[in-house]
């Protein structure tokens, strides 16, 4: 059965610093990766896709991928406490490429 | 970024009652889903749509049953609401049939089944 594993923290990091969430998948002909953050009682928000090998960066956020390491990660630089949610991987590979959604790592951000 | 928009925002109901959980997408995205997801826990997948006339059942099994008669339309009914459906329904939609694109997703509707 293909798998997305997600530590799932929570992850505490100083307002300021960087926070890293990892991501491993299990499908090596995935194509298409996505991370979406959850804030408490609300729904998922997409918040960076990536489909290469390398680094794709947007604002604060930058997204990594190594597909022959069957990882993707998420690093957000100068974290807020605003940042404080569940980040949620995603990743073709579900029947019909449906999306896999991993359970997600809590991120808590501290004052 | 797609619009979704899922009414009722919040439902509580008793027992034995069929509901339905409306979701609309005005974006005209070709792909529709529904996933259920309970307070701090993973999504799970129940049912899904290709396009119109098109329904599949997801990765968790449901006692839902879903149509697509519209493009942007997806209901979720449920014939005899029970406890155990006390949940978070989340719809969304993605617009690429040839590859994984990604979904966006409406502000869900809880359920409280009394």
């Known amino acids: 059965q293909k798998e997305v594993e997600q530590n799932s923290g929570p992850l505490s990091v100083p307002e300021g610093a960087i926070a890293s969430l990892n991501c491993t998948y299990s499908d090596r002909g995935s194509q298409s990766f996505f991370w979406y953050r959850q804030y408490s009682g609300k729904s998922p928000e997409l918040i960076m896709s990536?489909?290469?090998?390398g680094d794709k960066e947007d604002g604060r956020f930058t997204a990594q991928l190594n597909k022959a390491s069957q990882y993707v990660s998420l690093l957000i630089r100068d974290s807020q406490p605003s940042d404080s949610a569940t980040y949620l991987c995603a990743v073709e590979g579900g029947s019909q490429g449906n999306l896999i959604f991993g359970k997600g790592t809590k991120l808590s951000v501290k004052p | 970024e797609a619009d979704i928009y899922q009414t009722p925002r919040y439902l509580v109901i008793g027992t034995g009652k069929k509901i339905t959980l409306e979701c609309s997408q005005t974006?005209?995205?070709?792909?529709m889903y529904w996933y259920q997801q309970d307070p701090g826990m993973e999504l799970h997948l129940i049912h899904y749509s290709y396009g119109v006339n098109s329904t599949e059942k997801g990765d968790l099994s449901s006692e839902s049953t879903v149509s697509r008669i519209r493009t942007e339309h997806f209901p979720l009914t449920l014939e005899s609401a029970r406890p155990s459906h006390t949940s978070q329904y989340l719809c969304a939609s993605s617009e690429d049939l040839s590859r994984s694109g990604a979904q966006y997703f409406g502000p869900g509707t809880r359920l409280l089944v009394l």
């Open positions: 974006m005209g995205h070709d792909k």
């Open positions: 990536i489909y290469s090998n």
